[in-house]
């Protein structure tokens, strides 16, 4: 699929060029939104944090899914990055998990 | 001499000097012997160590013969006294580096980059690995990574002495008047080697996936060659937490952070001057995510060698292949999932301390059906009791007694009694010392004809495996006495602190007395190993020359190589046509088919293998 | 001696060796960074009320830096879509522009590191709390000058206002407790800030080596073997992307939450 010489696979091409740059100038906004979005209180602290982080994944995605192309990759890619996925999400809950406050003993409770 | 593969490539490559040929090779062969002596050298490294600390063990307070004044002599006086005797913190050094040695710069090295990096490609037919510079870049980050362990040793206040387990606060505490100290180094030191491995775990997954010959399907892989993909991937995905903690103690330590020091810590009556709001905790928990996944790197590629050293000596195919493929992924898959059983004193609620129970519970499963399929393998087989046979059998009965002392330490009520005793150390040694180190010992018998061309001694080999088994036998086994007894680990006097008094209850003179059996054991098993580093050596130049290039009539496909393999690996064009183990085929001459064997009276038409 | 698939995909991965090993990379890197974002996670909900500061990073720099990575994302895969189409000088054209958009977020990362360093938090013996940016020139051994503000208490300087008077300061140094600048071991969000944007940067100090290396010195594999050295600029691709991903969460992580 290098140097084509034929006209149609330029097009191609070029068309992707048009959609990346659609695409930067909508992660660029997607900035924007994050910063406006947090100034912005929508009640609660847990709230917030949602829905900048959301539009953080959202912008994560188009560049993962786009600029490295990983809509148009075999099935394996995927396979390995929902595998490392899970196990990301299996160390940061758990290790969270024991931290929270019913899962925390503190001795001083069993003085005699 | 060397078969020279002859490329269609314009460029024909001359003969490479010394220095190309052996320091900055790219072959995967090169590359695989760098690491076997680098990490037999380091091996013998963390024995010593463990040989010196033994003796402080056995007789607390004495001077160390031949090496006390010389560890005085350019550690310093605060480390070992003139006369040579060691130092608590000399101990605990020894004790720190010694773990910190043995695991990420003798075994695991040993494991993927030595046996891992020759074998591997040779049995999935390829050239080479897939990214040759790669892998020399991954052998140059380990060698350099070591050479900085090593020289913590000189630094001032001495090497890294919190434990391999470096925990926080302590770690960036002790000897907190010096810096960079010897934990500085042991940190640096950890980037280069988590670098190096990483590099080689992507190295090993892409050959294994891409660089397979023709006609070797996943399931007609040797189980050595699936053993090193699951380890590659928990190498993969569990060092970098690791990497993370170690940046982040890096900063406590040398940049006055605190993202493992609680606030209000005080040290000797002074209030530590740093922002506080830590958490040791995290330390924990970050390290263990990696540390439990590391074990089970330590012992898979050790079950794949024993089950390639298996099949071909029992001269049949090994018995629940796909029981030992899937059994091994769901270990890698678990391997994550268990850690906190290495933290159930450290107050964590029931749920979670019932979680990570029930997972260490489940995970035996896949264990024990590996060792199960190992063991099953040698019924009914025609069994040749060679040297590698010895090892790969006799690290069976010791992976078994390893495995089932873990048990009492997964469940979160019995652990109360036993973390951090000497029953710990008893049951993880027996897993790596007379598990994966005979797994070891094994693979280098084994395929030590196919890397030089000769054979060891068949008579030392035996000699060095009698020695090594009783002697391995006598030094853990008495541990688990100890610990029973509560006998806590790290004790530079051996548990004197903790002796029974009048009236007092401790340790008695019994459990005490088992520290100098334990020492002499040690000392016993340092000499049971000169046989085998004679033989090692001598063989290289003495052995008997193979006959051929298959000495042990094996199937797989790193018998089909020249001796040894030249570049490229193999003279002819290869293509699979059945499993790995096609031993004792029945109405066959030879009582073994290889893999690319064309033999079509025998070829399985369909998918499956005839056996297994 | 030939390794297999180096250029030519495998048929039944679909792949060629260095984009399967550059996405079994980016895996470990999404670990390594996963780490210390759940290490930030852990030690901001496990700290005491009030010993978590907010707003002292500037959100406006932040944002530029993040639109700069955004666009040197795109210039460097415009660049490898040239490089497709055959058209190197037009690589090289957009190569530049990545390069520069990536030393121009160090340039800005440098500057927001500087200010780190030179502002400081001064506690008074009368219990005055004072904080700016010390003025080197004017500060001697016996007194320090900032530009800055008197602090009514701690919690002001948790959660600074937006906007303020900035006033020249002295403060003799016999009169001075204690004086920390907003470097790492200030306190652990400081500690955290620099180590995972330290740790970024040195990720984008690699790709930039990388990127120029195969633009520039390494360029004469375009001549030999196109398809390699085009699929050596997609790894590198793949790998900055990558890089502008972490700094796509680190940037409202620690700038606007």
């Known amino acids: 699929m290098n140097n084509p010489s034929n006209e149609e696979d330029s097009k191609a091409v070029k068309k992707h060029v048009q959609q990346h740059v659609m695409i930067a100038v909508g992660l660029a906004l997607g900035t924007i939104m994050t910063v406006w979005t947090s100034q912005t209180n929508f009640g609660s602290f847990a709230l917030n944090v949602t829905i900048t982080l959301g539009i953080a994944a959202a912008q994560a995605f188009m560049v993962a899914a786009f600029f490295m192309h990983l809509l148009s990759e075999k099935k394996l890619i995927y396979c390995f990055l929902i595998f490392t996925a899970i196990f990301f999400v299996v160390m940061m809950g758990i290790t969270l998990w024991s931290r929270m406050p019913e899962n925390i003993i503190h001795y001083k409770q069993y003085v005699p | 001499m060397h078969a020279e593969t002859h490329s269609h490539d314009a460029h024909h490559h001359e003969e490479p000097g010394f220095w190309q040929k052996c320091i900055f090779s790219t072959d995967h062969k090169v590359v695989g012997i760098q690491y076997a002596v680098t990490a037999l050298m380091f091996l013998f490294a963390g024995f010593s160590l463990m040989l010196m600390m033994r003796w402080q063990l056995a007789h607390p307070g004495q001077p160390i013969p031949f090496v006390g004044k010389i560890l005085s002599h350019f550690l310093g006086e605060d480390m070992a006294s003139k006369e040579g005797v060691m130092s608590p913190d000399l101990y605990n050094s020894f004790g720190a580096m010694h773990g910190t040695i043995m695991v990420f710069l003798a075994i695991v090295p040993l494991l993927t980059g030595a046996f891992g990096n020759y074998v591997m490609p040779l049995q999935i037919g390829a050239p080479d690995m897939a990214f040759p510079r790669l892998n020399m870049m991954s052998y140059m980050s380990y060698f350099f990574g070591?050479?900085?362990?090593?020289?913590?040793?000189?630094?001032?206040?001495?090497?890294?002495?919190?434990?391999?387990?470096?925990?926080?606060?302590?770690?960036?505490?002790?000897?907190?008047?010096?810096?960079?100290?010897?934990?500085?180094?042991?940190?640096?030191?950890?980037?280069?080697?988590?670098?190096?491995?990483?590099?080689?775990?992507?190295?090993?997954?892409?050959?294994?996936?891409?660089?397979?010959?023709?006609?070797?399907?996943?399931?007609?892989?040797?189980?050595?060659?699936?053993?090193?993909?699951?380890?590659?991937?928990?190498?993969?995905?569990?060092?970098?937490?690791?990497?993370?903690?170690?940046?982040?103690?890096?900063?406590?330590?040398?940049?006055?952070?605190?993202?493992?020091?609680?606030?209000?810590?005080?040290?000797?009556?002074?209030?530590?001057?740093?922002?506080?709001?830590?958490?040791?905790?995290?330390?924990?928990?970050?390290?263990?995510?990696?540390?439990?996944?590391?074990?089970?790197?330590?012992?898979?590629?050790?079950?794949?060698?024993?089950?390639?050293?298996?099949?071909?000596?029992?001269?049949?195919?090994?018995?629940?292949?796909?029981?030992?493929?899937?059994?091994?992924?769901?270990?890698?898959?678990?391997?994550?999932?268990?850690?906190?059983?290495?933290?159930?004193?450290?107050?964590?609620?029931?749920?979670?301390?019932?979680?990570?129970?029930?997972?260490?519970?489940?995970?035996?499963?896949?264990?024990?059906?590996?060792?199960?399929?190992?063991?099953?393998?040698?019924?009914?087989?025609?069994?040749?009791?060679?040297?590698?046979?010895?090892?790969?059998?006799?690290?069976?009965?010791?992976?078994?007694?390893?495995?089932?002392?873990?048990?009492?330490?997964?469940?979160?009520?019995?652990?109360?009694?036993?973390?951090?005793?000497?029953?710990?150390?008893?049951?993880?040694?027996?897993?790596?010392?007379?598990?994966?180190?005979?797994?070891?010992?094994?693979?280098?018998?084994?395929?030590?004809?196919?890397?030089?061309?000769?054979?060891?001694?068949?008579?030392?080999?035996?000699?060095?495996?009698?020695?090594?088994?009783?002697?391995?036998?006598?030094?853990?086994?008495?541990?688990?006495?100890?610990?029973?007894?509560?006998?806590?680990?790290?004790?530079?006097?051996?548990?004197?602190?903790?002796?029974?008094?009048?009236?007092?209850?401790g340790l008695s003179p019994f459990v005490l007395s088992l520290n100098k059996v334990i020492s002499y054991a040690a000392f016993s098993l340092a000499v049971a190993q000169l046989p085998f580093i004679i033989n090692f050596i001598w063989s290289i130049y003495y052995g008997k020359k193979v006959t051929s290039d298959n000495p042990w009539d094996a199937t797989t496909l790193e018998w089909q190589t020249p001796t040894p393999p030249g570049h490229g690996n193999f003279d002819k064009e290869i293509e699979v046509f059945r499993g790995p183990y096609e031993y004792s085929v029945p109405n066959h001459a030879r009582n073994f088919l290889p893999q690319n064997d064309p033999d079509k009276a025998h070829t399985p038409t369909h998918e499956h293998p005839v056996h297994g | 001696m030939n390794i297999p698939y180096t250029v030519d995909r495998r048929e039944d991965t679909g792949l060629y060796n260095a984009k399967l090993g550059v996405w079994l990379f980016l895996a470990s890197e999404v670990m390594l960074f996963g780490a210390l974002f759940s290490s930030y996670i852990l030690l901001r909900f496990g700290a005491d009320v009030g010993t978590w500061p907010r707003h002292w990073l500037d959100y406006k720099l932040g944002a530029v830096n993040t639109i700069i990575l955004i666009v040197s994302s795109v210039t460097n895969v415009i660049a490898w879509a040239n490089l497709k189409l055959g058209s190197f000088s037009k690589y090289r054209a957009y190569q530049v522009l990545t390069m520069v958009c990536a030393l121009t977020f160090l340039g800005i990362k440098s500057t927001e590191y500087y200010g780190k360093f030179h502002h400081f938090t001064i506690i008074c013996k009368d219990g005055r709390i004072a904080d700016g940016h010390i003025q080197k020139a004017e500060t001697t051994a016996d007194k320090v000058v900032i530009d800055g503000r008197w602090a009514p208490d701690m919690a002001s300087i948790m959660d600074p206002p937006a906007k303020f008077e900035e006033q020249k300061i002295e403060i003799e140094r016999k009169e001075i407790v204690e004086m920390h600048n907003y470097g790492p071991s200030r306190n652990n969000f400081t500690g955290l800030y620099f180590t995972l944007t330290g740790l970024h940067v040195l990720h984008i100090i690699g790709g930039i080596i990388v990127i120029f290396a195969i633009w520039g010195p390494l360029n004469g594999m375009w001549k030999t073997d196109p398809a390699r050295y085009t699929n050596r600029v997609e790894v590198a691709g793949l790998f900055w992307s990558f890089v502008d991903m972490v700094w796509l969460f680190i940037f409202p992580t620690f700038y606007l939450l």
């Open chain 2, 146 to 505: 070591g050479v900085v362990m090593l020289a913590s040793f000189f630094v001032p206040g001495g090497a890294a002495k919190s434990g391999w387990t470096s925990y926080s606060p302590l770690a960036t505490v002790n000897d907190m008047a010096h810096h960079p100290n010897g934990q500085t180094f042991w940190l640096i030191g950890m980037v280069f080697l988590i670098t190096s491995s990483l590099l080689g775990s992507v190295n090993i997954i892409t050959t294994i996936i891409q660089l397979r010959a023709k006609g070797l399907t996943w399931m007609r892989l040797p189980f050595f060659v699936w053993a090193q993909f699951v380890t590659a991937f928990l190498l993969l995905l569990a060092f970098p937490p690791l990497e993370a903690a170690g940046c982040l103690q890096l900063m406590d330590n040398s940049f006055g952070t605190s993202f493992f020091l609680p606030s209000g810590l005080v040290i000797s009556g002074q209030k530590l001057h740093v922002a506080g709001g830590g958490s040791p905790l995290l330390w924990q928990h970050l390290f263990w995510f990696l540390a439990h996944p590391e074990v089970y790197v330590l012992i898979l590629p050790a079950m794949g060698i024993v089950a390639e050293v298996i099949a071909n000596n029992t001269r049949k195919p090994l018995w629940g292949y796909r029981s030992l493929v899937y059994a091994s992924m769901v270990l890698g898959f678990l391997s994550f999932v268990v850690w906190a059983h290495h933290m159930f004193l450290t107050g964590m609620g029931v749920h979670i301390a019932t979680f990570f129970q029930t997972t260490t519970m489940m995970i035996s499963i896949p264990s024990v059906i590996i060792l199960t399929a190992l063991l099953i393998s040698l019924w009914g087989g025609s069994i040749r009791f060679n040297t590698p046979m010895l090892f790969a059998v006799g690290f069976l009965p010791m992976f078994g007694i390893g495995g089932l002392t873990g048990l009492p330490l997964g469940f979160n009520a019995s652990d109360i009694q036993l973390h951090d005793s000497y029953y710990v150390i008893g049951h993880f040694h027996y897993v790596v010392a007379p598990g994966t180190i005979f797994a070891i010992f094994a693979g280098i018998y084994y395929w030590y004809p196919k890397a030089t061309g000769r054979m060891m001694n068949e008579y030392w080999g035996r000699i060095h495996f009698a020695l090594s088994f009783l002697f391995m036998n006598l030094i853990f086994m008495p541990m688990f006495i100890q610990g029973l007894a509560g006998m806590s680990r790290r004790m530079y006097d051996g548990g004197l602190h903790y002796a029974e008094q009048a009236g007092v209850p």
